[in-house]
């Protein structure tokens, strides 16, 4: 019998079939690949407790295999071809920023080459690339107001910097804070001195920008828009708040910069500049 131990051949379970019933001889040798003889395996099979046999019997017969949930994400089998990384990458990222905007929504009110405008002419603004960060963001709605950190990461966030009454939202930070509309009204009234015609700036020329019949009009009100909400946005990181005085000076510094370019965009704008008379 040495060779049953090498064969694996050390319980009584391994000479039962799956019903728990002792194998015949015959199945035992063809099984274990041997040649045991009637006279041992009889030895062994008959000095096996009847009430061991049943009890083994019992357990192979009651062995229930449990059945595990499928894994899904999102309604769909983590094995199904559809959840690939493009799916897993969709999922996480709507998980873990709940409070993402579509541009798209943002900009429905809007023709296709309106959006192509907004989107892309700021780029070759002469301005500071930072400035060209917030103006970004606020486009894509993106910028990083209290209430946008709140909404995305689930931090306790303050009011309003300026007012401490109302919730600091994109739109409340660039435009409905009355300490901002004052600026934009002391602004809209300087390019009015010029007869530099247009309604007064909404929430939306704000954040997107104005389209106007006059194109050096145009040009010179979407750079002063954006150099304005990059202040307001200094002044938000400062704690200070915006003043028609402050931003003046803000404007005069960008239009002596703007002076030492050696650029067709920025000497453009310098003129323009000037003639506002901020000095």
């Excluded at 023709?111 to 780029?123: A, V, W």
């Excluded at 409340?172 to 015609?197: A, P």
């Excluded at 019949?213 to 708040?241: D, G, Q």
């Amino acid at each position: 019998m040495e060779d049953w131990m090498e064969k694996q051949i050390w319980s009584i379970v391994r000479i039962m079939d799956g019903s728990g019933n002792i194998l015949e001889l015959d199945e035992f040798n063809t099984q274990y690949n041997t040649d045991c003889s009637i006279e041992t395996y009889k030895k062994v099979t008959q000095n096996i407790q009847s009430a061991l046999i049943q009890l083994i019997k019992n357990n192979l017969l009651n062995i229930t295999i449990p059945r595990l949930h499928k894994i899904k994400i999102d309604y769909v089998d983590l094995v199904n071809e559809k959840c690939n990384n493009k799916f897993l990458r969709q999922y996480l990222v709507n998980t873990l920023y709940p409070g993402r905007t579509r541009s798209t929504l943002i900009l429905r009110d809007f023709d296709k080459s309106e959006i192509s405008t907004i989107r892309t002419k700021f780029l070759k603004f002469p301005v500071p690339p930072k400035y060209k960060e917030i103006h970004f963001k606020t486009i894509n709605n993106i910028y990083p107001s209290n209430k946008f950190i709140r909404k995305r990461f689930k931090f306790e966030v303050e009011n309003c910097h300026n007012c401490s009454t109302n919730v600091e939202t994109t739109e409340h930070l660039f435009h409905e804070c009355e300490t901002v509309q004052n600026l934009w009204r002391s602004l809209h009234n300087l390019l009015s001195s010029k007869s530099i015609n247009m309604d007064f700036l909404s929430c939306q020329n704000i954040q997107m920008g104005v389209i106007l019949k006059n194109k050096e009009n145009e040009f010179l009100v979407n750079n002063l828009i954006i150099v304005t909400k990059y202040y307001i946005h200094k002044c938000r990181f400062a704690k200070s708040s915006p003043s028609w005085s402050a931003l003046k000076n803000e404007i005069l510094l960008f239009q002596r910069c703007l002076k030492k370019i050696d650029n067709a965009q920025a000497k453009k704008l310098y003129a323009l500049i000037v003639t506002l008379q901020l000095s």
